[in-house]
């Protein structure tokens, strides 16, 4: 496996020549900024109300200054057509994403193309506010501003640059925009690293021995689990999973719920706005039972009218199966990376809502130790990404680490029959490059149509189309003689390039692959778990079609040669082989691999004799005029 090591260059850190450079989690709930102070330990930066979180929520007003924060936060009662929330959910996404996934039933109904081109494949979704169609780059490219503008006026400077967190399950598309939104907030990006992954640095881990690492981050509206490998100081991915649509926003609906069944209403009863209220009021609640035995809870409007009390108790039989549902991903992801929890060595605890005592516990229960809580749950991968930024732009020379990620989905080539070769497999640590030789099919062909495909099934069909291009000026040569070197690299940052050579004549062409808007989780799930599903279905069908290139290949083959040299056979031969071809060529149409096999046997068989005299005749051909002990032993008459 090709490691990149990253390190910095051995220059001592003075503090003159200390690089502004801080690390940004760009959360779907909230977002933050750390630094790494000279001689000092990491912080997060506060704002001037002494805030460290921002509410990663954008308010587009009537004025043009756009709230970013708090302040958009506190709109979104009053105008919620013009404040964004949550757009991390759609970052990356087209319409098409969206619209054949159910867990993307929170963006607005309005939904729209952000693309100035419909008709692109890339098309963002966007939502209508009064600035007009606002894209998840857009909205996430305020926040970073706002961040940007907070670091740099507490280090009273220009940033060199930001190492950005994104969850280890974002593929190209959602990388890729994350650094549009850094680009268009004027943010230089030194790395994009996993979220997991800073949570562990942030705590050391990079320093401690060889172990097996989960990271478990239960935020505002998702759930992320992913198992990592640390070897010598070296990060890799083994695992991610987890769900998009589960976290504490859940935990503060069942609350509302509970009291909605308590005062005998519905949601209905309430009104919008009233529900809003108790939501708010319900996550409030949620909080101090992270704290407290018992909260007090009211809800008032439309005619009702009810006031109680909750236990943490009940808070815990309400989030039960919920918490549960996030230990399944957990034991989903062991069995992916091949460990059992024992064999976890550390459980690191990451995002707001690992606060609630009833989630340490059962995560604690499940891999059997008490999972790490010492460093702030909300603020431990900002931490971790600004130590990497710190090491990116050379203050620290004396940590060295090497973060490996991994591939969500397999990625691989069209090959012949509108099959797949896969070429890197899902879960494969990047940075890496992987390489295969192909071949032309046909005699003299001069160009090779290369299709880059994304997924875990067998047939094209089944797979997400990434990217085209070609490789022509491919000198004309029989089939099969040409040597295509197909090269995937991925970068540390995940992005693909394909790359293909002809090894004799060295004719290359090669392609970025920036696929057009990705893939969402869910649908990563949902493509494994056809994958799983389909895997016998596949593998036959992938039997049926390499047999049926077989058949037809071979049909190629003994019609040429029939054409060439008939002359050698006799009557009968012509006409066994002829039959051998016509019982081929209709199996060749059927479902049964067996009978192509056997078909295929068969025609090889009725042509052996013709292909010996033919080798035969060429030979002799081609030694006419030299003396006849050159001919070697397999050359004897038949
Ligand atoms: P994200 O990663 O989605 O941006 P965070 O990690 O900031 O989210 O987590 C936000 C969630 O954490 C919210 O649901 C919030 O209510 C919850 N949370 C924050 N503090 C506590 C607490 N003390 N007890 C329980 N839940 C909490
Ligand atoms: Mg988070």
Known sequence: MALLKISE?????????????????????????????????????????GDALLPSVV????????????????????????????????????????????????????????????????????????????????????????LAARAESALGGQLQGAVITVPAYFDDAQRQATKDAAMLAGVNVLRLINEPTAAAVAYGLDKADDRYIAVYDLGGGTFDVSILQLSEGVFEVLATGGNAALGGDDFDRAIADWVLAQAAVSAADLGPSAYRQLLQESRAAKQALSEHR?????????????????????????????????????????????????????????GGSTRVPRVREKVALLFGQEPKIDVDPDQVVALGAAIQADMLVGNNQERELLLLDVLPLSLGIETMGGLVEKIIHRNTS??????????????????????????????????????RFELRGIPAMVAGAAHIQVTFDVDANGMLEVSACETNTGVAASIKVQPSYGLAESQITAMLQASHQFARDDLEVRALIEQRIEAESLLDAVQAALQADRHLLDASEVQRIDSAITELAAAAKQDEVVSIKDAIARLGHQTEAFAARRMNQSIKQALQGRHIDAIADPVQDD
Request: aromatic letters at 4%; hydrophobic letters at 40%; a negative charge.
């Open 59 to 146: 308010h587009y007003a009537e004025d043009q200054i756009n709230l970013v924060g708090q302040p958009a936060l506190d709109m979104s009662i009053a105008d919620p057509h013009n404040t964004l929330a949550s757009f991390k959910r759609w970052m990356g996404r087209s319409i098409d994403d969206i619209q054949s996934d159910d867990s993307y039933d929170y963006v607005r109904p309005d939904a729209v193309d952000g693309s100035p081109d419909a008709s692109k494949a890339s098309a963002l979704v966007a939502v209508h506010t009064r600035a007009g169609a606002v894209t998840a780059v857009e909205a996430s490219a305020e926040v970073l501003k706002n």
């Open 9 to 49: 260059p051995g220059k001592s850190p003075m503090p003159h020549q200390f690089k502004r450079a801080v690390g940004i989690d760009l959360g779907t709930t909230n977002s933050l900024v750390a630094t790494v102070p000279p001689g000092k330990s990491p912080h997060v930066i506060v704002d001037a109300q």
């Open 430 to 467: 990047i940075p890496c490059t992987r390489g295969q030789e192909f071949t032309t099919y046909k005699d003299g062909q001069t160009a090779l149509a290369l299709h880059v495909l994304q997924g875990e099934r067998e047939r094209v069909a089944d797979c997400r189309s990434l990217a």
């Open 294 to 350: 018992a909260v007090g809870l009211a809800v008032a409007g439309n005619g009702v009218d009810w006031a109680g009390e909750l236990s943490r108790q009940q808070f815990e039989e309400l989030i039960d199966g919920l918490v549960e549902q996030t230990l399944a991903g957990c034991k989903v992801s062991l069995a992916d990376a091949d460990l059992v929890p024992s064999d976890i060595g550390d459980v690191v605890m990451v």
